[in-house]
């Protein structure tokens, strides 16, 4: 009869129908009672604890707790483990805490539970106290209790724990699991580890795919690229199975380190494999085709990206916004950041940053105020992203605004890129004194605080006193890059420190290590054009082993119109010719260098060319900041309704001009008339 009871009990179980299991039970007990031995009944309520932990089944599983103290079974090894693992699963770990400590087992099933529940949880100082009251006890860990131990001792970073469990490992007799050993490189990688981590993965006999995916994210984690790459093209050469994860891990890996092809490349071989992307995938590659612009293969992301679902979250309509922002078409990003409900500050933050990417400073302000009053709080991003673009469109009185709002909150005092970005600001707008009283006021400095006021003395012919700071900058043993040396060399050809420009551009490879790039060549070449040394600035082109820039050909033919030189002039005319430039100015100065030179069918030529390449002389336009608002104007323009006032003012300081004895050039006729 028991046995028929039994396999009752079983089935009712199974199937999830505890009230019928229940009442098979207490017959069980009825009989187990009338027999005086209550072992016929451990494995009836062992199927009954486990089906409560199935289904959630709270208060049922305590009165079967209930019954196991009532009957005098709480050290039963078949019961106390289903009983730590009914209490976990509810993260009732105090319970499961008190079930373990009373028991007297030796085994460390219930330990191992109980340490991997507290680790499932986050809790991992609780797990390592639990592992030293089990080693205390004189319980031996086994292969099962070693990896949550060693993934706690990780995440706690107690690298002392970790090593006296790694002894512990090899101290004792088991035969070393996989398990084991992928937790000991995983640990060692958070602790920052990473050749113990690589030797132990060298040594294993056996791997895994979670070996491979473990070591390549130690490298990961630290950003250890190359080694990173290099192992996953040998897991892949090894046919070892691919997961998403460590797939995301590497293209973002060639994503943080300007790979942004590679990225893509990576992500169309998962698509093509059949792998299935998820919502990292399509941030990642929304990432690379906003750095590279490539808005077609985006918009397809985004296609992909509506029909699984993934342009509902947060994360990847931010990163929508970036790509189309960084990609030039603020329509759509618009369009998509009024479809965000509730903006975090990261979704004001892509769409101002596009704004200031393509030097729209009137819709940044606005949508920066806007900001302010949805009550979201800028933070270093927001700032960082609108003070460079105050700069460059010399809104002063905005960046004077952003000074102080930074000046008022001491959570950005520690910021140094938001007070080199003020440096910059005011640098850049040609307010040197106020860039040097930010300066002086900054407690940590860096290369980049050097060079924003270097390039600022520079721009206002100063060159003296910025090279001075540039030598401040050596004794302090800051280290010029490559950006450095270009303001420097510049400052020198604004100042017409001839010899110090060419000192410091033999000294910058020979003394700093910087190889001159093609920036470095093109200050040069502007250092002795200025300065009417025209066969230096020509023989510099020569030879540099770079292929000159349109730029580098208008700057030594602007040279040549100023100091009369028509023969290289008509040379480098013709060499920027050659380049084929959209840029409608650099034909205007050629036309007017032929002109000068009386050369008119090579002035008709420059037509053709701009006609055959679609070039269209643009406009001169100005702007003037006047109050909280600019206005920007073009030759002859009469859209402004104060018109009349303004050309009367601009007659009379023409007046003001020409009193003061200044003379317009005119020897090349106006550009008009040429082109």
Not at 247 to 274: E, K, P, V, Y
Not at 321 to 334: E, N, P, V, W
Not at 548 to 557: G, H, R, V, Y
């Amino acid at each position: 009869m028991i046995n028929n009871l039994l396999a009752s009990l079983r089935e009712y179980a199974t199937q999830g129908n505890l009230l019928s299991a229940f009442k098979v039970f207490s017959l069980i007990k009825l009989h187990s009672s009338s027999n005086a031995s209550y072992d016929l009944i451990i494995h009836p309520l062992s199927s009954l604890i486990i089906s409560c932990t199935n289904l959630k089944w709270l208060s049922e599983g305590k009165q079967l707790h209930a019954q196991v103290i009532f009957l005098g079974l709480e050290q039963s090894p078949v019961l106390v483990p289903r009983l730590v693992t009914f209490y976990s699963t509810f993260d009732l770990l105090g319970d499961a805490h008190v079930v373990t400590e009373n028991s007297n087992i030796l085994h460390p099933l219930p330990w191992n539970l109980l340490i991997s529940s507290y680790v499932r949880n986050g809790l991992f100082a609780e797990s390592l106290h639990t592992y030293k009251h089990m080693v205390s006890r004189g319980i031996r860990p086994d292969n099962f209790t070693y990896p949550s131990v060693l993934k706690a001792c990780g995440e706690t970073l107690d690298l002392d724990l970790g090593k006296i469990v790694h002894k512990s490992i090899n101290d004792s007799y088991q035969e070393r699991c996989l398990y084991v050993h992928n937790a000991l490189i995983s640990m060692y990688g958070k602790f920052g580890e990473v050749d113990v981590a690589r030797c132990l993965f060298e040594k294993m006999p056996e791997r895994d795919a979670v070996s491979w995916n473990t070591i390549i994210s130690c490298y990961a984690s630290r950003s250890m690229w190359k080694e990173a790459f290099d192992l996953f093209e040998k897991m892949r050469v090894e046919g070892f199975e691919l997961c998403i994860i460590i797939c995301n891990t590497i293209a973002g890996g060639c994503l943080r380190s300007g790979n942004f092809s590679g990225a893509l490349h990576l992500l169309s071989q998962m698509r093509t494999s059949g792998s299935p992307l998820d919502s990292v995938t399509v941030i990642t590659g929304l990432g690379a085709c906003s750095h590279i612009g490539a808005i077609q293969l985006g918009k397809e992301i985004h296609g992909f990206a509506i029909r699984n679902g993934y342009d509902e979250f947060h994360n990847v309509k931010n990163a929508l916004i970036t790509m189309y922002s960084r990609c030039k078409d603020l329509r759509h990003a618009y369009t998509l950041f009024q479809s965000v409900e509730v903006k975090g500050i990261i979704t004001w933050n892509s769409m101002l940053s596009g704004y200031a990417h393509m030097d729209r400073s009137e819709e940044a302000s606005f949508l920066f105020r806007e900001m302010l009053f949805s009550r979201v709080e800028p933070n270093y991003v927001t700032i960082a992203s609108i003070l460079p673009l105050c700069a460059r469109v010399a809104n002063l009185q905005q960046g004077k605004e952003f000074h102080c709002y930074l000046t008022r909150r001491e959570v950005f005092k520690d910021y140094l890129l938001l007070w080199n970005a003020l440096v910059d600001m005011y640098a850049r707008s040609g307010k040197v004194l106020a860039a040097k009283r930010v300066f002086d006021l900054m407690k940590r400095k860096d290369e980049v605080t050097y060079t924003s006021l270097i390039a600022g003395y520079g721009m206002q012919g100063e060159g003296e006193t910025a090279l001075k700071l540039f030598g401040e900058m050596i004794e302090l043993q800051i280290k010029p890059d490559d950006i450095t040396m270009v303001a420097v060399l510049s400052a020198c050809s604004h100042s017409g420190l001839v010899a110090e420009g060419h000192l410091w551009f033999e000294k910058m490879q020979s003394v700093h290590g910087i190889i001159p790039k093609l920036e470095h060549f093109a200050c040069m070449v502007d250092l002795y054009g200025r300065a009417g040394m025209l066969n230096k600035a020509m023989e510099t082109i020569s030879r540099m082993p770079y292929k000159p820039s349109p730029a580098m050909w208008a700057t030594l033919l602007g040279a040549c119109r100023i100091h009369g030189n028509i023969d290289i002039g008509e040379w480098a005319a013709e060499k920027l010719l050659e380049t084929r430039p959209v840029n409608s100015g650099y034909y205007v100065l050629i036309a007017n260098t032929y002109a000068a030179a009386g050369c008119w069918d090579k002035l008709a030529k420059v037509r053709t060319f701009m006609r055959d390449l679609g070039v269209k002389k643009a406009p001169g336009c100005a702007w003037v900041d006047v109050g909280s608002e600019f206005f920007p104007f073009v030759v002859e323009d009469t859209s402004n309704l104060h018109q009349h006032e303004i050309y009367s003012l601009l007659d009379g300081l023409t007046d003001l001009m020409k009193d003061a004895g200044y003379v317009a050039r005119e020897e090349f006729g106006p550009d008009d008339d040429i082109l």
